[in-house]
């Protein structure tokens, strides 16, 4: 494995966790506070940090993945507290967003990581001789 599909995964593990700490936060929503959206959201900017710096030694499909993964996670970033709205409602809607927004930027690494993946294949696989 390359240093860069090395890279990919551990990306893709951290988004994961990302997924599990949203859904955990969905499930304690009666105790879930703005603090703990709050929290999520920093570690989404330093996710998208790592992954901006993954993706420049990316080519294609695989820095197309990232991309698109990139996108999901910053808008998982973006959601703004709704300080008019009930405080539990507004963090139930923030977690959401968040959880989906991270469900998807996932499913992009997976593509990601799967694509680079089958180029690393095909880059070792034995060549056809000719006679």
Do not use: F, Y
């Not at 929290?39 to 991309?67: F, H, R, Y």
């Amino acid at each position: 494995m390359t240093k860069p599909m090395t890279m990919l995964d551990v990306a893709r593990c951290d988004a994961q966790d990302l997924h599990k700490k949203i859904s955990a936060n969905i499930a304690k929503a009666e105790h879930a506070t703005w603090a703990d959206v709050t929290a999520i959201q920093a570690e989404i900017a330093t996710l998208v940090s790592k992954m901006q710096a993954l993706a420049a030694d990316q080519a294609g499909d695989v820095k197309a993945g990232i991309g698109a993964a990139i996108a999901k996670l910053e808008a998982a970033g973006h959601v703004v507290e709704d300080k008019a709205g009930a405080a539990k409602d507004g963090v139930r809607r923030a977690n959401a967003a968040m959880l989906d927004s991270t469900h998807k930027a996932t499913q992009s690494l997976s593509a990601a990581v799967a694509a680079g993946r089958t180029r690393l294949a095909l880059a070792i696989a034995p060549k056809a001789v000719t006679a």
